[in-house]
């Protein structure tokens, strides 16, 4: 006897087959588990200085030139230029920080004053906050710049000074002031 299978039966049977073997290639799969990936960026508070990246000495960051003089003058002003270009210290800190400037002592301080030195001739000269010479910056006083955000603090400086009536002797006269950031 003959049996007589149906096209659709004989499709069904061949499609079974298929998945039948499809199945017994397929991996077994007994179940899943999930787990995390730790990831992590600290970030430490800096300040930056003129652009330049912080480390322990600043080295200088700014020059204040007076003019060229006779030797008996009057008062003659001056401002400080920052290294790397503009006319203020450019500091910008991590937000949130509270940084402080210290204009600290020169090498030829006496009597409570900042002098300019040619060997042992001397000239007093002072700093100041703003370019009217009104609020002067006394030796070791710190400015206090606010709370930092994304944007730099812009701290100038300005000097004066007077040869007081007496005739200076010629000559290159210098100093170098010691600045501390603190944050």
């Known amino acids: 006897m003959h049996r007589f299978r149906s096209p659709s039966r004989a499709i069904g049977l061949a499609t079974l087959a298929v998945a039948a073997a499809t199945l017994a290639a397929a991996p077994a799969r007994a179940g899943s588990s999930t787990g995390t990936i730790g990831v992590s960026l600290n970030v430490n508070a ?5 652009g330049a990246a912080m480390a322990s000495n600043l080295g200088q960051i700014g020059t204040i030139a007076f003019a060229d003089q006779s030797g008996i003058f009057g008062d003659t002003t ?6 790397g270009g503009g006319n203020a210290i450019s500091i910008l800190c991590s937000p949130g920080q ?3 400037l210290t204009i600290g002592t020169g ?11 040619s060997g042992s001739n001397q000239v007093a000269y002072h700093l ?6 009104n609020n002067e910056i006394t030796i070791n006083q710190q400015l206090s710049l606010g709370t930092a ?4 603090f812009s701290v100038p400086i300005y ?7 007496v005739v200076l002797p010629a000559g290159a006269y210098t100093d170098t002031v010691q600045v501390t950031l603190a944050w």
């Open 46 to 50: 800096s300040c930056q200085v003129n």
């Open 78 to 83: 001056a401002s400080l230029v920052a290294t």
């Open 98 to 100: 509270m940084p402080t």
């Open 107 to 117: 090498a030829n301080d006496s009597g409570g004053l900042h002098h300019l030195a």
């Open 128 to 133: 100041y906050k703003d370019a009217g010479t």
């Open 149 to 152: 955000t994304t944007t730099a």
């Open 159 to 165: 000097a004066k000074v007077n040869s007081g009536g």
